[in-house]
């Protein structure tokens, strides 16, 4: 086996001293050096492999019959998933946020997966375990604004209650156990539209959780503009991993 290596310009500096060769018998021309030295050189092989990840990695990891080429495929798996979570905005997310009060927008970033033009909170006033306050800022530049009764512009319900549920999103993916999830709508019930919304209105949308489960959350919607409710709604959500 050691000359197969030399002659394929490998192995050069390993001789049967300094390099444990085992064959049918068992080691050949060496022995060991702890009883346990074949798992520690695995051990050692894995945590090897791992740093090749490049960032820290926390868990418990059980490896059985490892190798060089399974450790490879595992630390694809995880760049593979970092990948995903990268593509959908939650890159940044390994602060727990939830505890934090108020959120700028960098913040709120690094938990919805929206971008612009679909990122509709622009500030967490308000963050508390079962409640959540966010501001959405409504201008005349908006891009809604081109289609939607230029004439007289006015922001579509629909966007409205979008507001409201990402600033739901917001409190539900900011805790640790869901970092990495995706909140899906399942329902929307109980809507009720009072006024229209227009350019230069600042909605006020608070949030409270009615039911918060591993896989699902509800939550009681309200947005205000100065004081007075111009819609409310019962949203649930399906929290998934991405």
């Known amino acids: 086996m050691t000359n197969a290596l030399v002659k394929r310009g490998l192995g050069k500096g390993a001789d049967y ?12 021309k060496n022995k060991l050096r702890f009883e346990d030295e074949c798992c520690r050189h695995k051990m ?25 080429s399974l450790n490879i495929k595992f630390l694809r798996k995880i760049k593979h998933y970092q990948e995903r979570i990268k593509g959908a905005g939650m890159e940044g997310c390994e602060a727990d946020l939830s505890g934090k009060g108020q959120l700028d927008i960098n913040d709120i970033k690094k938990i919805l997966p929206h971008r612009y033009p679909f990122l509709l909170v622009d500030k967490i006033l308000e963050m ?46 900011s805790r640790k156990e869901n970092q990495g999830k995706l909140a899906y709508f399942m329902s929307i019930n ?9 350019p230069g209105d600042q909605l006020r949308l608070e949030v409270e959780v009615t039911r918060l489960k591993t896989k699902t959350g509800q939550v009681h919607t309200q947005a205000l503009v100065n004081g007075r409710v111009v819609c409310e709604a019962d949203l649930m959500f399906s929290l998934v991993d991405i």
């Open 44 to 68: 050692l092989d894995l945590m090897g492999d791992i740093y090749l990840l490049g960032r820290p990695l926390s868990g418990h990891i059980i490896a059985i019959k490892s190798g060089h």
């Open 190 to 198: 109980n809507v009720k539209f009072r006024r229209v919304v227009i």
């Open 128 to 173: 508390e375990d079962k409640r959540i306050v966010g501001i959405k800022n409504v201008t005349a530049g908006e891009q809604f604004f081109v289609g939607h009764f230029p004439g007289r512009p006015v922001m579509p319900g629909v966007l409205v209650i979008e507001a409201m549920a990402q600033t739901a999103g917001v409190l539900m993916l």
């Open 17 to 28: 001293e300094n390099t444990l060769v085992l064959g049918k018998k068992g080691i050949i």
